[in-house]
């Protein structure tokens, strides 16, 4: 394991196809009946605001600061935010976890044997300790492991299931935390399954698998507890289906949102409020009844929504492209991992 600290200066893409790309042309400035706001003056640095009504958010420029040397490489990942207020993303890189400050600064990246994979991160608290929790798909294994890197555990396929021949088949993209510390993990990109486990690691039970009817997944690419109503549900982006599908606890199909989504991707939680990394160019806010507030960043040009080998010439301030993951801090400000071959986070300060 290499770890590079502030003093030391894809193989597989996601699917080899987007499922049903979206053919509605939406500006980033006007998205249907929820504008997103940008302010703009003839100064290239005039702020640049997005969403409306309790979510407006400042675009902050240049955010991240690498060492000088070091490149994100292709960012295919999450993002998480510890409770030191960290902001810790993936990399396809050797530095496949790399760790910022709240404003941007490099504090470390580690996990040379975790590139070319990880995809997937959860935070979980036991006892005094957090613990980063991980998915990578050409590895077919998740981990558990310190937040310095120090590995846990590591665990392989579930046999348990009886759905794999072998572990190849096995492809996992989100893991994600119930109230009571039992866990989620997906197999996106593999027989989109989900497994269930017990808070010691014991494989619980499998649902899901691929269709399109109700209990049933295709490309179950981001997965979330949801807690905003009494009873918790497992939320899940069933991404090739154009859809967010819920789940009871014990893997019964809940409901689903349908409209209003292009390729769901991965989400964030915060009070009664849900956000979306739609992976074709913009990120979607949704309230408690799963109704849209605002659309973040709508790219305004069709043709690079949801594409991978963009040039950093071709990016804009104020518009995403491949938005992956999300994830709010403490404070309210929201950050975007994008699924970019330079690789790319942005960070959104919350506007009061």
């Known amino acids: 394991m290499s770890v590079m600290s502030s003093q030391q200066t894809h193989k597989h893409s996601r699917r080899s196809f987007l499922f049903g790309i979206g053919s509605t042309i939406m500006a980033s400035t006007v998205v249907r009946a929820f504008p997103a706001i940008v302010t703009s003056k003839s100064a ?17 420029r240049n955010w991240a600061k690498l060492p000088d040397g070091m490149r994100f490489g292709n960012t295919h990942g999450a993002v998480v935010i510890d ?20 404003d941007g600064r490099f504090i470390k990246a580690w996990g040379k044997e975790w590139r070319n994979g990880t995809h997937g991160m959860a935070l979980h608290t036991e006892g005094k300790t957090e613990y980063l929790y ?6 077919h294994e998740f981990a558990k492991c ?7 555990w590591v665990k392989g396929y579930p046999k348990e299931a009886g759905v794999y021949q072998s572990a190849d088949e096995f ?19 593999g027989k989109s399954y989900v497994h269930h486990y017990n808070t010691r690691g014991d494989y619980v039970r499998t649902f899901g698998g691929e269709g399109s009817g109700a209990g049933q997944l295709q490309q179950p690419h981001g997965i979330w507890v949801d807690t905003r109503q009494r009873t918790p549900r497992v939320l899940v982006a069933d991404r090739a289906n154009h859809r967010l599908q819920f789940f009871t606890l014990e893997g019964k199909p809940a409901g689903m949102v349908t409209e209003d989504l292009r390729l769901p991707s991965n989400f964030h939680q915060q009070g009664t409020d849900i956000v979306i990394a739609d992976l074709e160019g913009r990120v979607t806010i949704l309230d408690q009844n799963n109704k849209v507030i605002t659309h973040l960043g709508d790219n305004e040009n069709p043709k690079l929504r949801g594409q991978n080998p963009v040039p950093p010439e071709l990016w804009r301030d104020g518009q995403f492209i491949s938005p992956h993951c999300p994830r709010w801090d403490a404070q309210g400000n929201l950050y975007v991992a994008e699924w970019l071959s330079s690789g790319r986070i942005t960070k959104l300060k919350r506007v009061n």
């Open 146 to 152: 310190t937040l310095d890197g120090e590995v846990i």
């Open 83 to 102: 409770s030191q207020g960290r902001v810790l993303m993936n990399s396809d890189s050797d530095n496949a976890i790399i760790m910022f400050d709240a």
């Open 134 to 139: 991980l998915t990578h798909f050409n590895r």
């Open 171 to 189: 492809k996992p993209t989100g893991i994600a935390f119930a109230p009571n510390g039992e866990f989620y993990v997906t197999d996106g990109y």
């Open 44 to 60: 290239a640095d005039a702020p640049i605001v997005l969403g409306n009504g309790n979510h407006k958010y400042e675009w902050v």
